[in-house]
């Protein structure tokens, strides 16, 4: 069946610095994959999304790259904010079959003045 | 575009009762689906409805159901209600639930079961 695997969290950084979360996938076929995020007392939100190998999702200076051939999908930042401290969750969904997206365990990130 | 909203946005009920959620799509989304979020089993997938029907459904027991009326509003009902009912619950929106299935979410209902 289809996962998505994050790397566990607390992801803990200064402001400024550069942030990568890791995400890699299994799935069959031809998957789109997403961002979400989930700021503290609120349901999630799309950050970003890649319908296709090869596409750049951006949104709000984060980008991730859609890697077909390493089936990854990490989330970057050059210069991370306060603001940003919040939980990520990578998704994907099945091009054929059942169309419920699957998320994966999510992310916290924290970052500090 | 007014976004997916849910009522209540808190609950607090008490082992055995039975409890009503509601969510309100996004206008002209027909597809709703609802999740339940724990710290320890994450985001899970609990069903989807698509025109009123139940399109996909998640593994969660029978105490757990759904409906969608005409106007894609959409209710979750949980009853005998168990500790670990004790959750975020989440409903999204799309439009179809099809093709690369962005998905809108709500803010949840916060449940505790005491």
């Known amino acids: 069946g289809n996962s998505v695997t994050q790397m566990e969290g607390p992801v803990t950084l200064s402001e400024e610095a550069f942030l990568t979360i890791n995400c890699t996938y299994t799935?069959?076929?031809?998957?789109?994959l997403f961002w979400y995020v989930q700021y503290p007392g609120e349901g999630l939100q799309l950050l970003l999304k890649a319908t296709k190998a090869d596409d750049k999702g951006s949104n709000k200076g984060f980008e991730a790259t859609y890697r077909k051939e390493t089936t990854s999908f990490h989330l970057e930042k050059g210069s991370v904010q306060v603001s940003d401290s919040a939980v990520y969750f990578c998704?994907?969904?099945?091009?054929?079959?059942?169309?419920?997206?699957?998320f994966g365990r999510g992310t916290s990130l924290i970052v500090h003045p | 575009k007014a976004g997916v909203t849910q009522t209540p946005r808190y609950l607090i009920k008490t082992r055995g009762q039975q409890v009503t959620l509601s969510c309100s799509p996004i206008s002209g989304h027909r597809s709703v689906s609802w999740y339940q979020q724990t710290p320890g089993q994450g985001l899970q997938f609990l069903f989807e409805?698509?025109?009123?029907?139940?399109?996909n459904k998640g593994n969660f027991p029978g105490r757990f159901s759904g409906r969608q009326f005409s106007n894609s509003r959409s209710e979750m009902n949980v009853s005998t209600l168990e500790l670990g009912d004790s959750a975020l619950y989440l409903c999204a929106s799309s439009l179809t639930g099809k093709g690369d299935y962005e998905q809108y979410f709500g803010p949840g209902t916060r449940l505790t079961v005491t």
């Open positions: 998704a994907l969904s099945a091009s054929g079959g059942s169309y419920i997206p699957t």
């Open positions: 409805y698509f025109s009123e029907t139940q399109r």
């Open positions: 799935a069959t076929g031809y998957p789109s």
